[in-house]
């Protein structure tokens, strides 16, 4: 009867997984190697966590020359929502706000704002997007500010400061 009662309680315990397993050995060699395996792992991870920050610096990083590509590539989002304005209403917007729509057509459900801070010699007010209808709405200024001289090709030059964007030069750039 012992011996039933003791194999049953061996099988339980094999079955349910409560059992004492021995330890493994462990001799220096082996802790020595899983250390250095650690610390290997470790330093790999602090590489890794540095080139993160480099590239989040570098993607935050928001330089005069980022502020101002931006701003031209604005100005070119407006140019082009007025060219469809003007195409629908035959004439061009007396105002621009938040968006631009006729008739019930949306072109732009946002109209973006100047980056900031101002660069350069550009003050807070010239640092928006000033839009004024000319000519009893037939064309328009554009105004904007960039705070570097950039050159486009071996002809236009964009020069630090106020820029004019109108319909007539719409397709230089």
Do not use: H
Not at 119 to 142: A, H, M, R, V
């Amino acid at each position: 009867m012992r011996k039933i009662l003791f194999t049953f309680l061996i099988l339980s315990f094999v079955s349910t997984g409560c059992f004492l397993k021995k330890s493994p050995v462990v001799n220096d060699a082996s802790k020595k190697q899983e250390d250095k395996q650690v610390e290997k792992n470790q330093k790999a991870g602090q590489e890794i966590s540095e080139v993160k920050e480099k590239n989040n610096n570098y993607y935050n990083d928001d330089t005069v020359a980022k502020r101002d590509m931006r701003r031209v590539g604005w100005v070119q989002t407006i140019r082009t929502g007025l060219e469809l304005y003007y195409n629908d209403a035959g004439r061009y917007p007396d105002m621009i706000s938040n968006s631009l729509s006729y008739n019930g057509v949306t072109y732009m459900p946002n109209v973006p704002k100047a980056p900031e801070p101002p660069d350069g010699n550009c003050s807070e007010e010239e640092n928006q997007f000033i839009y004024k209808p000319t000519n009893n709405n037939s064309s328009y200024i554009l105004s904007y500010c960039l705070g570097e001289e950039y050159e486009i090709s071996d002809e236009k030059i964009l020069k630090a400061g106020v820029q004019t964007a109108v319909p007539e030069n719409f397709r230089k750039y």
